[in-house]
């Protein structure tokens, strides 16, 4: 934000010095970027935070000097002459989408005499990086410099109907803008519109066939309120941005719009002359100004600074900053906060605006603050095992935008979201305006990278957010929940070994059960879906030779995705100990032939079921197809071991169950021996 020297001293008595007001205003919050001369006015340049929309005007930068000095505050009036005419008999104004602009005011002037503007608007323009176009045109720049409020001016004669209507826009509608080029409008773009057709892309731009000349005599003045987001989303799509669009992207003080509108009928009247109609036409709704008061306690100023700060300065510095002061009592202070600072909402927003203003520089660097210690969270306890076996595995992890292309969703797309991911346009990356619905996508991506880097055989993972739509039969569940998602050239058994060694360490007792994945992305019969009981872990699988050769990635790639969130909610974070082995175990194997149809979780289910007490273990030994095997069979070697707590075993009994095993398999499963 650029502002004059010349022109804040129009609203508080500087002191002398402009590198003290310079330096105070950076210890404030306000950092300074630059000082420059401009003819016999200077310019200073400060960068206001996303979260100060009310330092975006003169206005707003003079208070913060005001109330750091203890200055008065001097803001215009905004007081007009208006004739017997009402504005509400000349035109009318209807909001059609009161979500994207909730409240529109209209004031019409008569015999206005369009012409250049006098030298000191011209200079004060100037001086912030602004040219000059027209006295109407100028003014409307001028109070949007003053208050923060972005304004507008059509030429009233030029719109149909002499209406105005704030309407979503229609699909095929184009609107030619000032800057002389062309854009298209679509529902998601609110436009200000005539009796029919859009004559303003809304918060950003006005339209050429509505502007300000000097055949000019009637013209209207928009002052709204449109909704942020659909601002930031317009001025991103078609990337057209404007000082407007800026200020409108963070917010405008919505109790303030009358004060606008006046203040710059005010100024056209001072310099271009006409007649102001009287009243003027408001279409939504003005909102009651902030009654909730935010409790301040005195003592925990002191408690967080380290340092006091006397309760009657607390005091002074809210109010100056514009705060309504409600029950003040020796220990605890009601403070309601002014429209033009949404950002005050808790009691540490009270807390950071007094210790800026009483100075940050008197703060002693050896002061003593108390200090209490924090534990971890589960979900941090949780991540941190699961990062600790993933290191140990040889993974590295990574760290990626939430952003990714649409072709990028097309190479993993486990939930199915396609082109319903949601979407957020911004400026910076493109088209990467998809948020992810996976986490494999953007780490496939880093292994390109590596790759291109001379960097093979890379095993990545992450830990982040992905979005999903919510699940209706679980609404107590994350709508972007964590994933953690594993991807590197190695092989398939080995990635789904990994899977199982970290679900056992977060989760000893959680049993996993695979069924088939139908992902065409997996390289047939390499994909699974993996179970935690009647909740999907997650999927794991190779990645069919299309999607790495789309890619162009030379090494066969293994994937995992995982449900962070259910890992988290079956975590057994105390370990339990239990005695060591006393006596040795005895190890049996047993090679089934199975019809195809059979998975290893049927067969393991079913062994574990029939085996009876003294079974310690079991595990996969490999399969076979092939010569000797028929061609709708396969075969399974199942390594089982036996151990009791209690004594040394004898053969007879692990024959015994060894034998209830192979009756139990052949009855269920049709398994032979082989």
């Not at 008569?110 to 176009?133: C, M």
């Not at 009654?291 to 340092?307: D, M, T």
């Not at 514009?322 to 927003?349: A, K, Y």
Request: hydrophobic share 40%; proline share 6%; charged share 25%.
């Amino acid at each position: 934000m650029i502002v004059s020297w010349n022109w804040l001293q129009e609203y508080v008595d500087l002191p002398d010095s402009l590198e003290e007001v310079a330096d105070r205003l950076t210890m404030t919050g306000l950092n300074l970027e630059g000082i420059e001369p401009h003819g016999d006015d200077t310019a200073i340049d400060l960068e206001v935070t996303s979260n100060r929309p009310d330092c975006l005007g003169h206005v707003g930068v003079a208070r913060e000097i005001a109330v750091a000095y203890g200055l008065g505050l001097r803001v215009p009036e905004a007081a007009v002459a208006e004739t017997t005419e009402t504005c509400a008999d000349t035109t009318s104004v209807e909001i059609e989408c009161p979500d994207l602009c909730p409240q529109y005011h209209a004031r019409v002037l008569r015999g206005v005499k369009v012409g250049p503007s006098p030298a000191w608007l011209v200079d004060r323009l100037a001086t912030v990086g602004i040219g000059s176009v027209n006295n109407v045109v100028d003014v409307t720049n001028y109070v949007m410099l003053e208050c923060g409020q972005p304004l507008h001016a059509f030429d009233f004669d030029k719109l149909h109907g002499g209406r105005i209507v704030v309407r979503r826009g229609r699909d095929g509608e184009k609107l030619a803008a000032i800057d002389h080029a062309e854009y298209p409008v679509t529902n998601e773009t609110c436009v200000v519109a005539d009796a029919d057709r859009p004559v303003a892309i809304a918060g950003v731009m006005g339209g050429l066939d509505t502007e300000i000349s000097d055949a000019t005599t009637n013209v209207l003045i928009e002052v709204a309120d449109f909704a942020p987001l659909t601002v930031r989303n317009t001025a991103r799509r078609l990337k057209l941005f404007s000082p407007s669009s800026y200020r409108f992207e963070r917010g405008v003080d919505q109790t303030r719009l009358d004060w606008a509108s006046r203040r710059c009928c005010e100024l056209i009247l001072e310099i271009a002359g006409g007649q102001l109609l009287t009243g003027s036409v408001v279409a939504g709704e003005i909102p009651a100004p902030p009654s909730e008061p935010i409790p301040l306690r005195f003592a925990r100023l002191e408690k967080l600074l380290g340092i006091p700060v006397p309760r009657a300065e607390t005091v002074s510095i809210l109010e100056n900053l514009g705060c309504g002061l409600g029950e003040l009592t020796n220990e605890v202070g009601q403070f309601v906060p002014p429209t033009w600072r949404r950002d005050l909402t808790r009691e540490i927003d009270l807390v950071e605006e007094v210790a800026r203003l009483h100075g940050y520089e008197r703060i002693p660097v050896d002061a003593t603050v108390p200090l209490s210690l924090s534990s971890k969270t589960r979900r941090d306890r949780v991540r941190e095992r699961v990062e600790s076996l993933l290191v140990s595995a040889g993974f590295h992890e990574a760290l990626t935008l939430s952003f990714v292309k649409p072709s990028q969703v097309a190479l993993f797309d486990p939930a199915g979201i396609g082109a319903d991911a949601p979407r957020t346009p911004h400026s910076t990356r493109g088209d990467e305006d998809v948020m992810r619905p996976s986490l494999v996508p953007s780490l496939l991506h880093c292994l390109v990278d590596n790759e291109r880097q001379g960097s093979f055989g890379v095993r990545l993972f992450e830990i982040a957010k992905v979005f999903l739509a919510a699940d209706p039969e679980r609404p107590e569940r994350e709508c972007e929940p964590l994933h953690v998602a594993l991807v590197g050239a190695l092989p398939f058994a080995d990635l789904t070994g990994i899977v199982e060694s970290l679900v056992a360490a977060v989760a000893p007792h959680a049993v996993i059960t695979t069924r088939p994945s139908g992902l065409s992305t997996f390289t047939e019969g390499r994909g699974a879906e993996l179970w935690l009981g009647d909740s999907r872990l997650g999927w794991v699988g190779e990645l069919d030779a299309d999607v790495t050769d789309r890619l162009k990635i030379r090494d066969t790639i293994t994937v995992a995705e995982l449900d962070f969130v259910l890992l988290e909610e079956l975590a057994e974070l105390v370990p339990h100990a239990k005695p060591l082995p006393q006596y040795p175990a005895m190890d049996r194997d047993l090679n089934f032939v199975l019809d195809e149809s059979v998975a290893w979780s049927d067969l393991e289910a079913t062994v574990r079921a029939a085996a009876g007490p003294l079974l310690e273990s079991v595990s996969f030994g490999g399969q076979y197809r092939g010569k000797q095997i028929p061609v709708d069979k396969k075969s399974y070697v199942v390594q089982l071991a036996y151990r009791s707590p209690e004594r040394t075993l004898t053969s007879d009994e692990v024959d015994a169950a060894q034998q209830a095993v192979i009756a139990a398999c052949g009855e269920q499963l049709s398994a032979e021996l082989r």
